[in-house]
């Protein structure tokens, strides 16, 4: 049995560098650290970094407690290259290593793998419009404050393939069919105005823009994860990305429409499609009969929320997915998340009128965080950690002092699924 898990950590960190230094930190440093916060002698940077040393606490030992043997950690920071897995060693040694509580055991990942992204990666063009270039973060390729911040990383208990990794940093937008340059049709919005020199119905992103424009805001990944048991070996294609979420947008509705196209780019390469070219210039999709586990904070719940549903809903009814695991006995669930709904309704603030609230997995009250196997997997078990008041692990998603939020853990949810092979 594979246990196959994401989750969104919230490791973004206000300045490039701060989470590098915050997992260097060895045990007897964080120590030291947490026991200045405690009795209350620390303030400023040194404070901040103390609660975020207790943050990282609380991820390793959830992680801990659900024990993934392949693993996205989605908003870990890097230098926008994924060039060195320094951070993720470090979070291995300085953390995973060590058992955070006495309910449960320390944990290691031999493979490690990070991966560039397109956050904080200066577009050379004024995307908002605002007639400034590389002004900010929305002039970025990918929301983000610095090249690197809201990265993702795969850890693993298990080999990968690291010459058969597909990226598709680069894939142009305009090259996904049926897409084109956003139009602006939210043309009476007061939060989202027209700028000057655009009216309704023009495109938003100039040309030359647009030709450059790549799909992902961060990456879409294919890694191929090799399993042995006894004589045999499997790979299973972890197909991993963290979309844009649908919100935050302009009067072209621009995050709505990339996030679709996002969501969308994963049922057309499991299909096999031939329009998609990856990073070295190989194209196409899987071959047939290929074993996949598509994981990450999607930012897209197929019943209610912001987006654009309809890529969402395609590809948890697609017949290449497992249908047990999208809508029939092993969706994953908490009881956690429909009790911060119904009793909780100053931490879970929205959505709370959600069908199937036992399908969350965020504070936002949505289902965003998926684990969708193949329907030529055998999936056998599922669930989202987030338990409830009377459950074990409750601290870890629940303060009196900072509530459900990042100050915890995380403002998302590990949400795993286990598959039996054949």
Not at 88 to 97: D, T
Not at 110 to 131: E, I, W
Not at 298 to 320: K, M
Request: with cysteine.
């Amino acid at each position: 049995m594979v246990r196959f898990a994401t989750f969104n950590l919230a490791f973004d960190r206000t300045a490039p560098g701060m989470l590098g230094e915050e997992l260097a930190l060895t045990r007897t440093e964080q120590d030291a650290l947490l026991a200045r916060l405690a009795d209350g002698t620390l303030s400023g940077a040194e404070k901040t970094k103390a609660l975020d040393v207790q943050q990282i606490r609380n991820i390793a030992e959830i992680v801990q407690r659900t024990r993934p043997d392949v693993l996205l950690l989605s908003e870990f920071d890097n230098d926008g290259k994924g060039s060195d897995t320094t951070d993720l060693k470090a979070f291995n040694a300085n953390y995973l290593a060590y058992a955070q509580h006495d309910e449960v055991k320390a944990i290691g990942y031999p493979v490690l793998q990070n991966f560039a992204t397109n956050t904080g990666l200066m577009s050379g063009h004024d995307l908002n419009l605002d007639g400034k270039r590389n002004n900010g973060p929305d002039d970025a390729w990918g929301f983000g404050n610095y090249h690197g911040q809201y990265a993702f990383a795969v850890m693993s208990r298990y080999p990968i393939d690291t010459r058969q990794i597909r990226t598709f940093q680069k894939f142009k937008w305009k090259e996904m069919p049926g897409e084109a340059n956003p139009v602006i049709d939210d043309c009476h919005n007061p939060r989202a105005p027209i700028p000057s020199g655009r009216q309704c119905g023009d495109a938003w992103y100039s040309d030359a823009a647009w030709q450059q424009y790549p799909l992902s805001s961060k990456n879409h990944a294919d890694v191929p994860v090799h399993i042995r048991q006894g004589d045999r070996e499997e790979v299973i294609h972890f197909l991993i990305s963290h979309p844009t979420p649908p919100i935050f947008g302009n009067a072209a509705r621009h995050n709505v429409r990339r996030n679709r196209a996002e969501v969308a780019f994963w049922q057309d390469y499991v299909e096999g499609e031939s329009y998609m070219v990856d990073d070295a210039g190989k194209a196409g999709g899987l071959p047939v009969g290929a074993r996949f586990v598509i994981a990450g904070d999607l930012n897209a719940d197929p019943q209610i929320g912001d987006g654009d549903r309809t890529a969402i809903r395609d590809l948890h009814d697609h017949v290449l997915v497992n249908q047990a695991v999208t809508k029939g006995a092993l969706i994953p669930v908490s009881q956690g998340g429909p009790e911060c709904l119904a009793s909780q309704p100053d931490q879970c603030k929205r959505n709370n009128n959600r069908p199937t609230p036992e399908r969350i997995t965020s504070s936002s009250g949505l289902q965003l965080d998926h684990v969708l196997p193949s329907a030529n997997l055998n999936a056998v078990a599922s669930g989202v950690f987030w338990p409830a008041s009377f459950e074990p692990g409750y601290h870890l998603v629940y303060d009196p002092k900072l509530g459900i939020a990042k100050g915890v853990s995380s403002d998302h949810r590990l949400v795993w699924v286990d598959v039996a092979l054949d």
